[in-house]
């Protein structure tokens, strides 16, 4: 099986501070691959060099065969950024009605398409409300459906249940694990331990290196610990005892 992403020994600096060191990492089709590591580590800038939002000072990343930046490979792949970029002054169906018009979608199926993704996150009751009156955790749903509105190959999502209740956060990953079983690949970054459970695989990331990878129970394992905050303590303290040179 072909990764549909490859990061090749990826180093990135800003005022001469690297941010990102020697980053290689492989993502196959019909996984949940989760980034973790505390605010700071390096996963947003790792996600926006997969992205092709930000260029990598040395190494390549390349999505389904292609170098990034790559404009037509962005319409494979569904995003959620970190900061919500929603119209305020529109409402959220017509914000997921202006995202779903920027993909080849048939425009007999965008009416469906924006009431499925919407149902994901419980915002169906919300939909003619400006999104100026949305609370966070609303602008954060709305930013998640926006990101499944295309049913893109790759789903890129940045810190995606932040702000989200349990309840839902539970349905919403009863819904990625499904768009997993459809052999479609999910990259989460995230900081919540709860979640990075919920992944097939784990880069944790630490100062902008990958100190340690493998399946939740593989970590756990590799540790000799009962959940994964306590590997992710270990692996730092183990980092610190042998520093990765730059």
Same mark, same amino acid.
């Given at each position: 099986?072909?990764?549909?992403?490859?990061?090749? &020994?990826?180093? %990135?600096?800003?005022? /001469?501070?690297?941010?990102?060191?020697?980053?290689?990492?492989?993502?196959?089709?019909?996984? =949940?691959?989760?980034?973790?590591?505390?605010?700071?580590?390096?996963?947003?800038?790792?996600?926006?060099?997969?992205?092709? $939002?930000?260029?990598?000072?040395? *190494?390549?990343?390349? =999505?389904? #065969?292609?170098?990034?930046?790559?404009?037509?490979?962005?319409?494979?792949?569904?995003? $959620?950024?970190?900061?919500?970029?929603?119209?305020?002054?529109?409402?959220?169906?017509? &914000?997921? %009605?202006?995202?779903?018009?920027?993909?080849?979608?048939? @425009?007999?199926?965008?009416?469906?398409?924006?009431?499925?993704?919407?149902?994901?996150?419980?915002?169906?009751? +919300?939909?003619?409300? %400006?999104?100026?009156?949305?609370?966070?955790?609303?602008?954060? @749903?709305?930013?998640?459906?926006?990101?499944?509105?295309? +049913?893109?190959?790759?789903?890129?999502? +940045?810190?995606?249940?932040?702000? =989200?209740?349990?309840?839902?956060?539970?349905?919403?990953?009863?819904?990625?694990?499904?768009? @997993?079983?459809?052999?479609?690949?999910? =990259?989460?970054?995230?900081?919540? $331990?709860? #979640?990075?459970?919920?992944?097939? !695989?784990? !880069? $944790?990331?630490? +100062?902008?290196?990958?100190?340690?990878?493998?399946?939740?129970?593989?970590?756990?394992?590799?540790? /000799?610990?009962? &959940?994964?905050?306590?590997?992710?303590?270990?692996? *730092?303290?183990?980092? &610190? !005892? /042998?520093?990765?040179?730059?």
């Amino acid at each position: 099986m072909e990764p549909l992403i490859t990061v090749t &020994n990826v180093d %990135k600096n800003f005022n /001469n501070h690297p941010v990102l060191s020697s980053i290689n990492l492989e993502s196959f089709p019909g996984k =949940i691959l989760g980034l973790i590591g505390p605010s700071g580590a390096g996963k947003t800038t790792l996600i926006k060099v997969i992205m092709g $939002m930000e260029q990598p000072d040395t *190494g390549t990343a390349t =999505i389904l #065969d292609k170098q990034m930046p790559n404009r037509i490979v962005l319409e494979d792949i569904g995003f $959620m950024a970190q900061n919500d970029a929603l119209y305020g002054s529109l409402t959220g169906r017509e &914000n997921l %009605k202006f995202f779903a018009s920027l993909f080849a979608i048939d @425009r007999k199926l965008i009416e469906n398409r924006i009431n499925y993704v919407a149902s994901i996150v419980n915002l169906i009751p +919300d939909l003619n409300k %400006k999104v100026s009156n949305y609370s966070g955790g609303m602008k954060r @749903r709305l930013s998640l459906a926006i990101s499944l509105i295309s +049913d893109p190959k790759i789903l890129i999502l +940045d810190e995606p249940t932040v702000g =989200i209740d349990p309840e839902l956060r539970c349905q919403i990953w009863k819904e990625l694990k499904k768009y @997993r079983d459809e052999g479609k690949l999910i =990259i989460i970054t995230t900081h919540v $331990m709860a #979640d990075a459970a919920q992944c097939d !695989e784990l !880069e $944790m990331i630490r +100062d902008g290196h990958i100190i340690s990878s493998g399946s939740p129970e593989e970590l756990k394992a590799e540790y /000799n610990a009962d &959940n994964l905050e306590d590997v992710f303590l270990k692996a *730092g303290e183990q980092n &610190n !005892e /042998n520093p990765i040179d730059n």
